[in-house]
């Protein structure tokens, strides 16, 4: 399902906003949300348009216990350019039906929030037209979150592009990467326990403020909700007309579903609504990084010019970023 929904979306026209391509994926969404059996978010419609021409989808997989904090899933589904764009996004929305439909069967204890956004893309980005923003000052004042759970581009395989570092790193393809563990006290923990139960996957944990707002995390971080952003990052074939279903690993896809489910079942029975102060959790980052990296991470520290053998602080993992982030794109 997952590689038929992406196959579906992935049209050769792309989906840009009012492109034709942008209307057919709309009305597959709508399509699907209804065959899976979600309940409209609001106004018995999944589609919540905005200033004209933008249109957001949105249901809900109601859990069992209606007071709890809900959890909400996105990626946006219009596309940067005029081609198939699966990486970003169709392949995160692809995700979030197929996981819509197992939550049907077996409802978790919070209600699912499912979301589609639109207008992600440049010219829109990070502006007030930015289908993400309408959502959550539109329509989330009055929601506390217990969690919300981003995807884009997590359909390639990683590489870093710097050809020491991808040579000496085993298994370098299976990297992922999670921004905003740092915004609730719960979340470290979760991104950490669920990470040691994927196999076939290396997971990293950073700080959002190294990246910073590259996706629709960006107005529900700006609102104090506590979230997560799930990426591959930035690949070879991103925003160009390369990038279709033939760049999908869908057996790494699958393996990205199974961790998202485990995350999502360990944020089912955390205190979310307690404890929400956030805190530093760079031992747990340093953690990941020595399990993803492996033996050798002091290679590729001494590489970078980090002379220690291993990492110990903030400070150090600030270095350690600053060197990166000037040698690759994420």
């Known amino acids: 399902m997952i590689r038929r929904d992406t196959e579906k979306l992935s049209l050769p026209g792309g989906r840009r906003v009012s492109q034709p391509g942008h209307e057919i994926a709309l009305q597959y969404l709508k399509k699907r949300m209804k065959e899976i059996g979600l309940i409209p978010f609001k106004n018995n419609n999944f589609c919540l348009p905005y200033r004209d021409k933008f249109t957001n989808l949105a249901g809900v997989i109601p859990g069992r216990n209606s007071s709890a904090l809900p959890v909400l899933i996105g990626a ?21 039906l ?105 997971v990293i944990p950073t700080l959002t403020r190294y990246i910073g707002d590259r996706s629709d995390y960006h107005a529900f971080r700006k609102a104090g909700q506590p979230y997560l952003f799930i990426s591959k990052g930035w690949g070879k074939h991103s925003h160009k007309p390369e990038d279709t279903v033939d760049w999908i690993n869908f057996n790494r896809v699958e393996l990205i579903q199974n961790l998202l489910l485990e995350m999502l079942e360990l944020l089912d029975k955390a205190p979310m609504a307690e404890n929400r102060a956030p805190e530093d959790p760079f031992l747990c980052e340093i953690r990941m990084m020595r399990k993803a990296i492996g033996w050798p991470l002091p290679l590729i520290l001494a590489y970078l010019g980090f002379y220690r053998f291993a990492l110990r602080s903030r400070k150090d993992i600030d270095f350690l970023m600053g060197k990166i982030l000037k040698l690759t794109k994420f």
């Open 76 to 96: 946006h589904y219009d596309s940067a350019i005029d081609a198939p764009c699966a990486d970003d996004n169709a392949i995160s929305v692809a995700m979030i």
């Open 98 to 202: 197929s996981i819509s439909e197992i939550l049907m069967k077996k409802p978790p204890e919070r209600n699912t929030i499912v979301a589609f956004f639109d207008a992600e893309e440049k010219p829109c980005f990070l502006t007030e037209n930015m289908g993400s923003t309408r959502f959550c000052n539109d329509h989330c004042n009055d929601i506390d979150f217990a969690c919300v759970v981003i995807l884009d581009m997590i359909g390639h395989d990683f590489q870093v592009g710097i050809p020491p570092v991808d040579f000496f790193i085993p298994g370098i393809r299976q990297m992922l990467f999670i921004l905003g563990s740092e915004s609730h006290l719960e979340l470290p923990a979760i991104v950490e326990h669920a990470s040691s139960e994927a196999k076939g996957l290396r």
